[in-house]
């Protein structure tokens, strides 16, 4: 379980997340909606470490960060390393021996090629391989299904299942709601920094609808299409 | 956008182009006074930094902006007044045929464009333990085989100097590879606490750059063997160079310029005892750069 308290950060006098209070179960797999700027990434990134904030961070399983499996939007990856060395690479960071690491090369990737030169959806492939080699408890997928294929997006999501089956905690945020309607327990939605809302599965119909309203309003009518 | 770096480092930019041309020549001098191969390391160096501008997303970029035969007219600019110090000072040394080849070379370079990703992989000894070997190996490796070609020319002329120098060569080329802070993210991943994880690229450093100039340490100790203990003295130097690097880095992680450390490493240059001092302090120091993200 990791419980949020009070959780606020600033950027300078910018204030990008506010009193954020939040719990995240074991076996359970959340969503985190809210548009580009909504402090999303950000509220992944103080919950993993990465960034200073204000209030309490806490889990069962101390550090954090080492039980955590990070998915960034656009992973990093450096200019001439393969996919196999940027696996082997995050697995001694976390000190997992994987003996055969073609077995569990899910995805198909050309593992001996520059990660560089894969495309988007490769990479970010590549990314969730690595990070569920390592063996966390917890995982957050900032943006898992971007970029990445029709089958991958099947398997990924088939994946998450399977995490939720293995009692794991599971945080993802998606610009596609579908993906998340398929996948999570309950969604927050997320708003200027501020939790506004919380969902529970039977509700998410409603929650599209009202996304779905909010994002389009008259927008469209201003555009003025004929 | 150099101004903007070294601003952000905190230094004028008058005061940092002083220091580069001081280190350029101090290097040049170096070079020259070192070995009679020194034109052809020279040249080959002088084209690998100008080389850099010919990448391929870059020259698409000039190429959009201003159209094909204002492009190559831009490059041919860049390469050229890139290349001025190098043919200044070939000039100085009154090694004109070289000079003229450097600018030759240049305006075929800035007609040409290289992928920085190739698409075939180069094999690397140091795969099993990624990145700072696996990625500078690939990026360098040529460096490494005029270092081997070099002791073995030390040897048939029995220049004992020259053979030092190959064995520098692999060792400075071993430095730069910790002279980049590495995203955050590829440090956060350990499960380590900030002492072993020092302690753990402090290993791997030695023990890749070692095994890079353990052929070169072989060779000039068989044939050299009165000065093996000159070979010793450079080795052991090149260890604690490699570890001040390291302890530079994340003395001032997540920056990626760190002036303090670098004006100390100057010193440590001219007075090397002056590593005793500064290894363990800036060990320390990184220590608690790093605690922020290591727990």
New interface residues.
Partial sequence: MISIRNLSKKFGTKEVLHQIQLDFEKGKVYGIVGENGAGKTTFFRCI???E?YEGEISSHLT?L??HLG?L?TE??F?????G???L???C????VQIPNMEDKNIFDLPL???A??YSTGMKKKLALTAILLQGNEYFILDEPFNGVDIQSNILITEIIHQLKALNKTVIISSHIFSTLSDTCDEIHVMSQGSLIKSVQKPDFAILETEIKQMTLGKKLDKLGLT | MTNRHLRDAGIHPLLGYVGLTALFLGLSVYLFQSTEFAPYIYLLFALSLIGNLSEKRRTEFLRICFGDSSMKKIRIGENVMASLPFIAFLLYQQLFAYMAILLALVILLALSQFK????W??WTPF?????EF??GF??TFYLFILAYGLAVVAVFQDNFNMGIFALLIVFITCLFYHSKA?????V????LKPRAFLLRKIKTALLYSSLLALPIALLISYFFYPNMGIILLFIVLSWAFLISMIVSKYSEYPNEIYLTPSIFLALCLWFPPFLLIFIPFFFKKSEHRLS??L?
């Fill in positions: 993993a470490g990465l200073d550090p960060k080492n990070l960034l992973p990093f450096f200019p001439k390393i393969t196999k060395e940027y082997h690479l995050l001694q960071a976390r000190g001996n090629q520059y560089a030169t | 920085t990703v190739m698409a992989t180069l795969s099993k333990r990624p990145f696996t990625v690939r990026n590495e995203n955050e993210y590829y956060w991943a350990f499960h922020r993200l727990k």
